[in-house]
Structures are given as C-alpha cells and as structure tokens.
Nanobody, 125 residues
Framework: QVQLVESGGGLVQAGGSLRLSCVAS????????MAWFRQAPGKEREFVTV????????YYAEDVKGRFTIARGNALSTVYLQMNSLKPEDTAVYYC??????????????????WGQGTLVTVSS
C-alpha cells in the first residue's frame, strides 16, 4: 500500500508560478512511476505528466509542455510539479498518482493504483 499526500496548491494570478509536492509513504518509492492528473470544475480528470521510477523519463500533456516540469526526489520519496506561466484554464484539483513502473509510461487513469486526495490550484485572470 502507498499513501500519497499532495500540497502546494493555492490561488495565483495568471502568469504566476506554483510548485506542488506529493509525499509518498509505504512501499518502496523508487519502484513507482509517478504522475500528476488534474480535474477542472465540471470536467473529467485528465493526464498532466508522468515520470519514471529513475527520474530519467518524463512525458507531458501537450497543453502544459514547456510550462510544467515534473521531478522526483527519491531520497525524500517526493515528486514535484513546477508550474510556470499559469493560465486560468490550469485551474483544477491536481492529483498525484502512482503505479509500479513496468516500463510503460501510461497516461490512463485506470493504470494507476494509488492516488492522493488532491490539491486545488486556482489561477485568476
């Protein structure tokens, strides 16, 4: 079992930055691929980015590429999401997710076994 706890959400003006953190506890963090998803009001949850267990491979949704950066600190069992140049359309609850890294970098919600409770990011115009 893995427990995930996100933090770092808040209110920011358009063009601003935020850094989200997700701390994992439980089983060996270094065996898990970690991802961020988000869910805007009235919309379905969507993939944002993923990082492999080694921190060597990352993949981003097209609309955040170049603005968001995922990183992980395995010594601290933490994954980060640095969000720059934020837009009002980035407003959402952001969720951290984990799955055992089997070499396939999935963007599908159903492939992830563990989820955090989410942290709200609000970008004002």
């Amino acid at each position: 079992q893995v427990q995930l706890v996100e933090s770092g959400g808040g209110l920011v003006q358009a063009g601003g930055s935020l850094r989200l953190s997700c701390v994992a506890s439980g089983r060996t963090f270094t065996t898990y691929a970690m991802a961020w998803f988000r869910q805007a009001p009235g919309k379905e949850r969507e993939f944002v980015t993923v990082i492999d267990s080694y921190g060597e491979y990352t993949y981003y949704a097209e609309d955040v590429k170049g603005r968001f950066t995922i990183a992980r600190g395995n010594a601290l069992s933490t994954v980060y999401l640095q969000m720059n140049s934020l837009k009002p359309e980035d407003t959402a609850v952001y969720y951290c997710a984990a799955r055992v890294d089997v070499g396939v970098r999935s963007t599908r919600i159903s492939d992830y076994d563990y989820w955090g409770q989410g942290t709200l990011v609000t970008v004002s115009s």
